[in-house]
């Protein structure tokens, strides 16, 4: 197969379970090479996203690794011989890498939870307040790449899959445009949290002893609860969190924080007061 320059963050999570399958198994590179009846460096390639694997070289490796899960070895097939030419792809070489795996993740995802502290989440805001959102960037963009990066927000807007929001009231208050803006954004989350697929929740400055969640957190649910993803903000750019450990920790933080949060119907009279008062 043909060397990738760059895999997609789903290829690369397709490499990294291989691997871990491997390591689980106690084979070293060079044994899975063998059984396999390729070159180490052929495996290498197929463990760092390099090239692609294909479904019956796969499954031979899942036999070699005396994995049973199949539910789980259909998933990674369907990553291995999914040949999505994603909306996004028009976006490669324009926008950030990272714009574009979180634009793949969200095809692929089952529902996506978000908990957003200082901003509305990009997938609920409005042309103006996402515009005021990359203006405000430090180095400034350019006009041209604000416009490309409102586009793109725009377009990831479409997707449908359930959406579990859990918003500050700081996310809420905080006028990252002017007045105007904020009262159309707080007008749109309103409209939103009826959609069906779309549950919106609230805390409040006034909930005691709410230290649960520091900073915005996307959970991002595969196929199967082994393929969800964590996506967490890093000053360049996002980072994709997929460690078992580390998903079950972001689990019961969402749990917490939803738990600390308002109901959705007394979430929408919060909403509405606040927008009474622009």
Not at 53 to 78: G, K, N, P, Q
């Given at each position: 197969?043909?060397?990738?320059?760059?895999?997609?963050?789903?290829?690369?999570?397709?490499?990294?379970?291989?691997?871990?399958?491997?390591?689980?198994?106690?084979?070293?590179?060079?044994?899975?090479?063998?059984?396999?009846?390729?070159?180490?460096?052929?495996?290498?390639?197929?463990?760092?996203?390099?090239?692609?694997?294909?479904?019956?070289?796969?499954?031979?490796?899942?036999?070699?690794?005396?994995?049973?899960?199949?539910?789980?070895?259909?998933?990674?097939?369907?990553?291995?011989?999914?040949?999505?030419?994603?909306?996004?792809?028009?976006?490669?070489?324009?926008?950030p890498t990272p714009f574009l795996d979180l634009s793949e993740l969200e095809h692929h995802?089952?529902?996506?939870?978000?908990?957003?502290?200082?901003?509305?989440?990009?997938?609920?805001?409005?042309?103006?307040?996402?515009?005021?959102?990359?203006?405000?960037?430090?180095?400034?963009?350019?006009?041209?790449?604000v416009g490309l990066r409102i586009r793109h927000r725009m377009a990831r807007q479409k997707?449908?899959?359930?959406?579990?929001?859990?918003?500050?009231?700081?996310?809420?208050?905080?006028?990252?445009?002017?007045?105007?803006?904020?009262?159309?954004?707080?007008?749109?989350?309103?409209?939103?949290?009826?959609?069906?697929?779309i549950t919106l929740r609230v805390i409040p400055f006034d909930v005691d002893g709410f230290?649960?969640?520091?900073?915005?957190?996307?959970?991002?649910?595969?196929?199967?609860?082994?393929?969800?993803?964590?996506?967490?903000?890093?000053?360049?750019?996002?980072?994709?969190?997929?460690?078992?450990?580390?998903?079950?920790?972001?689990?019961?933080?969402?749990?917490?924080?939803?738990?600390?949060?308002?109901?959705?119907?007394?979430?929408?009279?919060?909403?509405?007061?606040?927008?009474?008062?622009?």
């Amino acid at each position: 197969m043909t060397t990738r320059r760059e895999p997609t963050a789903r290829q690369m999570r397709l490499a990294v379970e291989l691997r871990r399958l491997r390591e689980a198994a106690g084979l070293s590179g060079r044994q899975a090479a063998a059984l396999l009846g390729v070159s180490p460096v052929q495996l290498s390639h197929i463990e760092s996203g390099l090239t692609g694997v294909s479904e019956e070289r796969l499954r031979r490796l899942a036999s070699h690794y005396a994995c049973t899960d199949t539910d789980f070895i259909d998933a990674l097939v369907a990553m291995a011989t999914d040949r999505t030419r994603g909306w996004w792809e028009e976006y490669r070489g324009l926008l950030p890498t990272p714009f574009l795996d979180l634009s793949e993740l969200e095809h692929h995802a089952a529902f996506q939870c978000h908990v957003a502290i200082l901003y509305v989440p990009g997938l609920l805001q409005t042309e103006d307040y996402a515009r005021a959102v990359f203006a405000s960037r430090i180095p400034e963009l350019t006009i041209e790449e604000v416009g490309l990066r409102i586009r793109h927000r725009m377009a990831r807007q479409k997707i449908r899959i359930p959406y579990e929001v859990v918003l500050h009231e700081a996310a809420l208050r905080i006028r990252v445009g002017d007045r105007a803006t904020s009262k159309t954004q707080l007008s749109q989350l309103l409209a939103l949290s009826e959609a069906d697929h779309i549950t919106l929740r609230v805390i409040p400055f006034d909930v005691d002893g709410f230290a649960k969640a520091s900073s915005t957190m996307t959970y991002v649910g595969g196929p199967l609860p082994k393929l969800d993803t964590v996506v967490r903000d890093a000053p360049h750019g996002s980072v994709f969190i997929d460690a078992e450990a580390q998903l079950n920790t972001y689990r019961t933080t969402f749990r917490k924080v939803e738990a600390a949060s308002l109901g959705p119907e007394q979430s929408r009279e919060f909403i509405h007061k606040l927008t009474k008062e622009l």
